[in-house]
């Protein structure tokens, strides 16, 4: 009875090794596996209202271009907020996601940590739902280590001077000193960061008196302007668009032939008028602003 209890005893303790040792190598395989899935692998998304329109999407393209060479071997993807741009696109074979859903690729495609550029020039609404939505994706369970979103193009006192700097190189050389120039916002009449546009006026004044900031959707309007220009005595007017591509707005609201364009508009009040079509996003001064804030938004990942 004795020696079948030793045996007994034996052959549980050698069960009891066993399992040992298979929790051990199932517990070490776990760990690593957990240890692959939890190493770094990150990703840019850059984020702009998004254009239909074949020269607009070249500028993309080179901010992309731009991008890629100031955080090489980092993976870059785009999305666009708006969902008429996404549809047109899609008719045309183009697939491009809304920011929720290239965040959600990203996610699915193992990528832990990730920097959001916000393209627009103002941190108005469209930003700030960015921002909310991207931060979902790293409070959520299985979501992102880190999401950070930077900073649009207008964001401090010294971006207000380095977009100013920016644009006065890039007005037409055929501009005379009498001669207006009217920049095109988007505007945002609803949501407070619409000040902004007035803010960067102010900084142009400081420039050239001649030199003017309206919205489309915003404060100040091309009917504040045009009063100015009649006590400037101003016979000859240039638009130049104030958002990242001479989009839409751009070729209708600004030059367009309908007779409520600012074009039209201002040829009605008897002035000569030049639209310039070309989207700050094509300035290489501008963009690099933009990936300033990037490069925050990757030193806090």
């Known amino acids: 009875m004795r020696e079948l209890q030793k045996k007994s005893c034996s052959k549980l303790i050698l069960m009891l090794s066993v399992m040992g040792l298979l929790i051990s190598g199932l517990w070490s395989n776990g760990a690593e596996a957990m240890e692959k899935q939890k190493e770094k692998k990150t990703a840019i998304l850059l984020s702009a209202f998004g254009t239909s329109i074949p020269e607009a999407q070249s500028v993309f393209r080179n901010v992309e271009k731009m991008v890629r060479e100031r955080f090489p071997n980092t993976e870059v993807r785009w999305a666009y907020t708006s969902s008429i741009i996404r549809k047109k696109l899609a008719a045309q074979g183009q697939i ?114 001649l030199i003017f900031v309206a919205t489309v959707e915003g404060h100040p309007t091309l009917d504040d302007l045009i009063p100015l220009l009649k006590k400037n005595r101003v016979k000859k007017v240039f638009l130049m668009p104030f958002m990242s591509v001479a989009g839409d707005h751009a070729r209708n609201d600004m030059a367009g032939d309908d007779p409520d364009s600012w074009k039209s508009l201002l040829t009605k009040e008897g002035y000569e008028v030049i639209p310039v079509l070309e989207g700050m996003a094509g300035y290489p001064e501008i963009v690099n602003i933009w990936l300033d804030h990037l490069q925050e938004a990757m030193k806090n990942l």
């Open 96 to 209: 491009l996601h809304s920011p929720e859903m290239a965040l959600a690729q990203l996610m699915e495609d193992g990528y832990t940590h990730v920097a959001v550029l916000s393209l627009h020039f103002i941190p108005g609404k469209e930003f700030h739902d960015l921002m909310a939505n991207a931060r979902f994706f790293e409070q959520m369970a299985g979501g992102f280590d880190r999401v950070v979103v930077a900073w649009p193009l207008l964001s401090s006192h010294d971006d207000f001077v380095r977009v100013v700097e920016a644009v006065m190189a890039h007005i037409p050389k055929t501009r005379r000193p009498e001669d207006a120039v009217i920049l095109m916002g988007h505007g945002s009449e609803k949501h407070p960061a619409d000040a902004i546009y007035s803010a960067v006026d102010v900084e142009f004044k400081k420039k050239d008196p």
